[in-house]
């Protein structure tokens, strides 16, 4: 098992980055990660001009894998995620969906108490613990690890979570792949510009795929398929992921084009993973119990 801690941070995604880790196609890491405020914020009350922008969503990496060329997929399964220290909170102007709306800057911390974020003395909401930005290297311009698109990165789908695997494209050699902003729990949409940020460890599985055609990102977990899309506005998001699920069908299956179409207008979930970023990001899902084996692996 390959250990990297924190330090060893980006703010960019960037096929230029020096690799912070080498390690085998196949290999197991175990790294640390800040959370999205790179744990800049220790009190409730702390003076919100002061929080540095620019440190805003750091992810730990890149890692290099050995035998990840471009046009290759890497995958990577989520073994565990294990949550360290209170989740942070904030909005204000300017910030979410309802920025207009508001006045001041609020600041919150809530512990993690038996699997439970506790959120008021009434109010303890579920753990459901996911990963906000993940992704690789694009081929292009470095992409901010805050903005999500083809590559990955700030995605906020709450999908992407323990035991599942996730589908990356590889555009540059050894794939560069980094992560970052972890939530101990987060809705659809993360409508006041954050989830309940967290600090973690996280332990992965590193997997090139190589003569797969498949559409990334996309991810699979026990019960459902799912191809998730990135774009300025919902409806170009809503359209790449839908057409992204289509291929994934025909590649797949033997189910035609139409058929594909209809199946996901019978059974796929079209859904909004979040709405703050600078691209927004929505997921076709399809729940994999049409099949009696899988024939996404």
């Not at 960019?12 to 085998?24: C, G």
Request: hydrophobic content about 40%; overall charge negative.
């Amino acid at each position: 098992m390959h250990p990297m801690t924190k330090q060893h941070v980006i703010y960019a995604m960037d096929k230029n980055a020096e690799p912070s880790m080498t390690v085998d196609n196949g290999a197991v890491v175990t790294i640390e990660t800040y959370d999205c405020f790179e744990n800049q914020i220790k009190s409730e009350h702390q003076p919100f001009h002061r929080l540095d922008w620019n440190k805003v969503n750091p992810a730990t990496g890149p890692i290099f894998v050995k035998d990840a060329e471009p046009g290759d997929i890497l995958a990577v399964t989520i073994e565990k995620i294990q949550l360290i220290g209170n989740a942070t909170m904030l909005t204000g102007p300017d910030l979410g969906v309802l920025g207009d709306d508001l006045t001041e800057n609020t600041i919150r911390q809530f512990p993690i108490v038996n699997d439970k974020l506790i959120f008021s003395e009434e109010i303890a909401v579920p753990v459901n613990k996911m990963i906000g930005v993940i992704g690789t290297a694009p081929a292009g311009e470095p992409i901010s690890c805050g903005t999500p698109d083809a590559h990955g990165g700030n995605m906020d789908c709450k999908e992407i979570t323990e035991g599942v695997t996730l589908f990356l494209p590889v555009n540059v050699s050894g794939a560069l792949l980094a992560l970052g902003d972890v939530h101990a729990a987060m809705a659809d949409g993360e409508v006041s510009v954050s989830g309940a940020e967290i600090a973690s460890q996280i332990t992965m599985r590193l997997q090139v795929v190589k003569n797969k055609s498949w559409p990334t990102p996309s991810l699979i977990s026990d019960e459902k398929i799912i191809t998730i899309a990135s774009a300025p506005t919902l409806d170009d998001a809503s359209l790449i992921a839908t057409k992204n699920m289509v291929q994934l069908l025909t590649d797949a299956t033997k189910t035609t084009q139409a058929e594909a179409i209809m199946l996901l207008s019978l059974a796929g979930d079209l859904r909004i993973c979040q709405v703050v970023d600078p691209n927004k990001t929505v997921r076709m899902e399809l729940p994999l119990q049409y099949w009696s084996e899988n024939p996404f692996l």
